[in-house]
């Protein structure tokens, strides 16, 4: 039971939205310039607000987090984060269209709408980890935007893994497939922000 309650802590202080918050928070630490209220509002919206409302509500309304829904059944919170990030990309493609240092939000929501549309695929066949994919997705992509160094935090997916199969929630395959996901989605809007 000690290491149930454990697992679920280690699933919430390192669940997707908030492994996003801490790389944001980083980014800020390191490009101080960035951190503004049309930056901040942004990413409250469009990274938070809108996609994990609805997580939220379900949680409310059913006392069962959509992480223990079967792949399927998660389909339309994924979807809801998908058109969520496009927006976000928009609004800090247009409102930070000439400056550079904004480039990683940009990639941020890039990520997102990559790795949104790669969990409605693997939703359909499996259940992808959200926990292993939403904590490499943002590490990744801050490590290529301020160094390599970064990968190092990639150690605390140890207990994050641990956690979801403690809990029963996810499978080896499910963990490993979601940390893909997660990993894929950030080279790939590195590169297509910098094309």
């Known amino acids: 039971m000690k290491s149930q309650r454990i697992a679920q802590f280690i699933s919430q202080i390192l669940n997707a939205p908030i492994v996003c918050a801490y790389a944001l928070m980083i980014y800020w630490v390191f490009i101080p310039s960035t951190l503004n209220i049309m930056s ?7 990274l938070f607000v809108f996609p994990w409302a609805p997580v939220l509500l379900f949680y409310l309304k059913s006392r069962v987090g959509p992480s223990t ?46 790795f949104s549309a790669l969990l409605i695929l693997g939703n359909i066949v499996s259940k992808p980890s959200v926990h292993m994919g939403g904590f490499f997705a943002p ?26 199969k ?10 490993i497939t979601g940390t893909f996901i997660g990993i894929i989605s950030a080279i790939a809007s590195y590169f297509l922000v910098f094309l």
């Open 139 to 164: 590490i990744v992509l801050l490590s290529l935007f301020l160094g390599w160094h970064f990968l190092l935090l990639t150690i605390l997916s140890i207990p994050i893994a641990w956690s979801r």
């Open 40 to 46: 901040v509002t942004g990413a409250i919206l469009f």
């Open 69 to 114: 829904l079967s792949g399927k059944k998660r389909i339309p919170f994924v979807f809801i984060g998908f058109i969520s990030y496009i927006i976000g990309a928009i609004y800090f493609s247009y409102v930070f269209s000439d400056n550079n240092s904004y480039k990683f939000f940009v990639a941020l929501h890039i990520t997102y709408i990559i």
């Open 166 to 175: 403690e809990l029963g929630v996810h499978t080896k395959n499910q963990l």
